[in-house]
């Protein structure tokens, strides 16, 4: 009889166990990720033990030893469920989908790997997602689909294709391409109407990808239609942020282009900016006043119709031949066309690589990374900031296994630390739960 297990997990909100399908113990071999325990060749997360019959090897059961809360005022990490994939190239990811979060190789048939939240599981799919090592390409949510369009392919030529993906029957359908661009994508959302995409223009050349100005465009997914962003008063910096806030679109700092293709910054930053209103297709220059300096790969993200900035670099380098990173930041509100400060007590020590915004708890996280390793997941650090009494606090991530890529995604009700646990010689896609 072949051994079987039933994989069990815990939700966190209430506290209830609950098992997914039985799955053969030769689909899941050992050896197993950090934070799992190999059991008659099966990997167990920790907190569960497994129970064989009599004969010791034939079934495997397993048994929940502890809860998930230790006690009302404790919060730690969790294993969640992880998922082989086989003949993985790389990871891209993650794109966040409401109630799931997917992640696909664009070198291997746009094979992709989808963990859902509530159930805790994964599914895979094959053919599906971005193909043909795109990059730069727009994805976005609008909230019951994904809008998936340009980039550049591996072949360095310009990609002018695009799709649209829905979850709830798994099926991607073709999208007008006329009056569409030809873009490398750098920023892009959703206003509620339409899809908002910025970055720099490609043009075809020799069967090559040049790259030209800053330009941008907006869909439609009910008309299927394109049209183009105004230029007039647009910002032409490049590196810069494409935060989308309801029907508008704030373009701020970086450096500007100077024609030349491939053109990288590196002199005339600035830390002016504009917003681009979708409703009417203008543009309003930013406030500089109490604004941060000029800086290019900084952390920028909405946060309650408001964008958040934090963190990035001129290009500049330390004694060491180290590139400098800047350790502030601010908000910008768009109704007020104003700049606030933001704290630097208590702040990220280290390099901010990564962000998002809780709405549910109100706070910021920001995601760091650390050369040498310390307490916890050695090379991952993560602090909150609650912009409501500009504080920031550390987040404990003692008990969180280091995995070989590590994102931050916010559920709604807990953050899940999700990515690669394991490359080869087959890849591991899994991560870890944190109830705060």
């Not at 809360?69 to 003949?87: C, F, L, M």
């Not at 600035?270 to 409703?279: I, K």
């Not at 901010?352 to 809780?358: C, R, T, V």
């Amino acid at each position: 009889m072949k051994s079987t297990h039933c994989l069990c997990f815990t939700v966190l909100a209430f506290g209830v166990g609950a098992c997914v399908q039985p799955v053969p113990i030769e689909d899941m071999p050992c050896p197993c990720a950090d934070g799992y325990t190999c059991c008659d060749n099966q990997c167990l997360p920790a907190g569960q033990v497994c129970q064989l019959d009599a004969g010791g090897t034939s079934d495997v059961a397993i048994e929940e030893t502890s809860p998930v809360r230790t006690d009302a005022g404790q919060s730690k990490w969790q294993p969640i469920a992880s998922v082989s994939v086989n003949n993985w190239t790389a990871a891209s990811g993650p794109f966040l989908m409401g109630d799931r979060v997917a992640f696909w190789d664009a070198y291997n048939n746009g094979r992709a790997a989808t963990y859902r939240f509530a159930q805790n599981d994964w599914l895979e799919q094959e053919g599906h997602w971005p193909t043909d090592n795109i990059i730069e390409a727009g994805l976005v949510w609008t909230g019951s689909q994904v809008v998936y369009w340009g980039g550049v392919m591996e072949a360095s030529t310009c990609n002018s294709l695009g799709g649209l993906y829905s979850p709830a029957t798994d099926t991607w359908s073709a999208i007008n391409t006329t009056g569409a661009p030809l873009l490398a994508v750098v920023g892009g959302g959703y206003t509620g109407k339409e899809v908002v995409l910025r970055g720099d223009s490609c043009l075809p050349k020799l069967g090559m990808a040049d790259r030209g100005p800053v330009i941008g465009a907006l869909y439609n997914p009910a008309t299927d239609t394109w049209r183009n962003m105004s230029i007039v008063n647009a910002p032409t910096a490049e590196n810069g942020t494409n935060v989308v806030l309801g029907e508008r679109m704030v373009c701020w700092s970086g450096a500007p282009y100077d024609g030349a293709p491939g053109y990288t910054p590196t002199s005339g930053w600035t830390n002016s900016g504009a917003v681009y209103n979708a409703a009417d297709d203008t543009w309003t220059a930013m406030s500089t006043a109490n604004a941060p300096g000029p800086r290019a790969g900084m952390l920028a993200l909405a946060m309650r119709g408001k964008m958040f900035v934090w963190g990035g670099t001129d290009g500049t380098t330390n004694s060491l031949g180290e590139q400098s990173y800047f350790r502030d930041g601010g908000i910008f509100d768009p109704e007020t066309n104003t700049w606030t400060a933001i704290s630097k007590d208590g702040s990220p020590t280290v390099t901010a690589d990564n962000g998002l915004w809780a709405e549910e708890q109100g706070l910021v996280y920001v995601q760091g990374s650390i050369s040498t390793p310390g307490v916890g997941s050695p090379g991952v650090a993560l602090w909150t900031y609650d912009p409501s009494a500009d504080r920031w606090a550390s987040v404990d991530v003692t008990g969180l296994p280091e995995m070989l890529s590590t994102y931050f995604v916010w559920t709604g009700l807990d953050l899940l630390a999700i990515g690669m646990l394991a490359a080869e010689p087959t890849t591991i896609m899994g991560g870890f739960r944190y109830t705060p």
